[in-house]
Structures are given as C-alpha cells and as structure tokens.
C-alpha cells in the first residue's frame, strides 16, 4: 500500500491564483481530512470528509473547498490565494470514527506570493 | 472549545536519559489520545493511540499513559537515542467530534550523542 499521498510537495503560488492540492489513499478509508501547519498554531483542520459524497467545516474552512467523488480522493481547492494561505498542509485519513489511528501524508509546502 | 497544551516546547537531553513528554487537554469528553511524531519537513507518523476506556498503551522503548480526570498524558521514551529527535505531538479525538484531531503545538525533542 502506498498509504496517504498528497501532490504536489512544493508549490508557489501568486496572490489571486486558484490551484488544487491533491490527496489520495490506497487503504479504503473512509474519513479524510486536511490540515495546516504554521508555526506557533500547531495543526488545524480545514475540512474532512466522513465518506464519498460527504463534506463538512473544519477550524478554518474560509477560502478552501473540498469535494468527495470516490472513498480515494480528496481534493482541496485554493479558490484565490492569499499571503495568509502560506502553509504546510497535511491530508490524513482513518478507517472510522474515533477509535481508529489517523494516517497522514508527506505534506505539501505552499508558498503565496 | 478544546484547547491542548504540550510542555516543554524544546527539550535537550544526553543519550541514554529517561524522559517524558506532557500533554494536558481542557474537556475530558474524549474518543481517544494519539501521540505522533513528525521529522523535519515529514508528515506524521502516529505512535500510540490511547483508547479514553484506556490508561495507558506501551511500544517498544514507549509509554503513553491517559488521565483523563485530570486532563493529561504523559509520552515515556526509555534509554533515549539520536534517533529519537523529532517533534512529538499529542491529539485529542473528541466525542463530538470523531476523527477530527485537536493538536498541541509539539514538544521538539533533540538527543545528542
């Protein structure tokens, strides 16, 4: 199994820009989720996903949108970028709720201009 | 609203040393504890999940214990070693919630030689 993976792993972006940061998992769960990473924040969810077709808010959802096609895929779109949106973020995902271990991808670094 | 705290933010100890990393969380109300670690520029790595029905959960050379009344955890790492430098993180999983994770900020442990 190759896990949790997330594309791309670097990416800059200029102010106004759209881009979507790409998660993907080979194990069949069904939560996913995304997180960002700043310094002095810790981690904070942006949005998950307790199953295809299913979506709701995290902590700081504002300027990010997800959607659920297939138990794989989980997709966050940048809708206009913002200096504010420079970040680590982290897909992760679990099997169910609540008492299973969550698995994170490698991350991907964004740099907004 | 949850809030985790991890204390201390830095620790530097010689090889061989025991020691322990604390976590302390606001609401009782919990799923689960997991501790992570994370490399620079990696992902996570989860290292022992702690059930809330739990008191404590061992893997190799560690030890996570759960006091859920009085709101903390402690991460145990025995006979440390170089490789061991990483950031620890603790999570808490809440009722609420499910499989939405609540970070602290990290304990950055560092293991000389």
């Known amino acids: 199994n190759a896990g949790v993976t997330q594309t791309p792993k670097f990416q800059v972006l200029k102010t106004g820009q759209s881009m979507t940061l790409q998660c993907a998992q080979d194990m069949n769960h069904e939560y996913m989720s995304w997180y960002r990473q700043d310094p002095g924040m810790g981690l904070r969810l942006i949005h998950y996903s307790v199953g295809a077709g299913i979506t709701d808010q995290g902590e700081v959802p504002n300027g990010y949108n997800v959607s659920r096609s297939t138990t794989e895929d989980f997709p966050l779109r940048l809708l206009s970028a913002a200096p504010s949106q420079t970040s680590v973020y982290f897909c992760?995902?679990?099997?169910?709720?609540?008492?299973?271990?969550?698995?994170f991808g490698p991350g991907t670094r964004l740099l907004v201009l | 609203k949850q809030e985790v705290t991890q204390i201390p933010a830095a620790l530097s100890v010689p090889e061989g040393e025991n020691l322990v990393l604390n976590c302390s969380f606001t609401d009782s109300a919990i799923y689960n504890l997991q501790w992570f670690r994370q490399d620079p520029g990696k992902g996570l790595t989860s290292l022992l999940l702690i059930q809330s029905s739990q008191r404590e959960q061992t893997s190799g050379r560690l030890n996570a214990s759960l006091d859920k009344s009085s709101g903390r955890s402690t991460l145990y790492i025995a006979a440390s070693q170089p490789g061991d430098s990483a950031t620890y993180l603790c999570a808490i999983d809440e009722e609420t919630s499910g499989s939405r994770l609540t970070f602290g900020e990290g304990t950055q442990l560092t293991v000389n030689p």
């Open positions: 992760a995902s679990s099997y169910g709720q609540g008492q299973e271990t969550q698995y």
